[in-house]
């Protein structure tokens, strides 16, 4: 298989698994708390990634020069990014959510241009984001709705504070994870996540509501499954392959794979509305990547 087929399938698993995990940790949310809903989804990715490094014989470098990488990894890829998306998502929809988080590339972008300066900011990358951006937008514009509640407002705050954290973290893996296994870059801070959230969740949250019901349960195990190892491990992967802001663009196509299996799945009403938001999300991913596309062109049709 080609690297450019092997980047390919990687990012549409990519698009299409994170298209599920808004409505899973919904899922989830009705009988579980949020850290200790993302702390048990981390622990069981962490174990099952273990039992991977140990057949596959893979090095963990851990050492006076990568301990600082894995745990500022830790907390800026997982644990309070996490911890705050899993906690404003409580406090709004699903749909508001796909919407901040979408500010995603935006930090990307900007955070990318000042940590690596060879990933410059391009205008077709400026103009593909906004249109991306702008697509989410189109597609939830009925989620867009403040009630005044406090606890609505500090739910937006957390889920777009969590999205500023993870731009900051894929940018710093790009920089300084080139030369560690996806696994292991995946495997560390997320076991170190694990101990951080249910530490967290054990201190602060009320476990009285707690049921762990097999629609709980199928939470935990999709997400730490399919969720964080398929998807984090395949996203480590081609940080080292695609430019970082180009990489987080999948953001946008996620709320529209959303959508989409809601359309499927729970036979949800279709409009014109997703159209016009799934066509500027394509639109804006393809203009962002108008150079490359044409430079395939010019290679297959000289």
Known sequence: MSERLKVILAYIAICTI??????VIKIGLQTMTPLLSAGLRFALAGMILFIIIRIKKIPIPWNSSTRWFFIVTACTSFSFPFGLVYWGEHQISSGMTSILFAMFPLWVAIMSSIMIPQDRITVPKVIGVLLGFSGVVTIFYHDLRFDGNVLTLLGMGAVILSAMIQAFSAVLIKKFGHDISPYVVSFVPMSISAVILLIGSVAIEDFSTVQFTPMAVFSIFFLAIFGTIVTFVSYFWLLKRVEVVLLSLTSFVTPVIAILLGV?????????????GAFLVFLGIAYANISEIRTLFRNRFP
């Open 18 to 23: 994170w298209g599920s995990t808004w409505l």
């Open 264 to 276: 499927f799945i729970l036979n949800e009403k279709i409009s014109a509305q997703l159209f016009a």
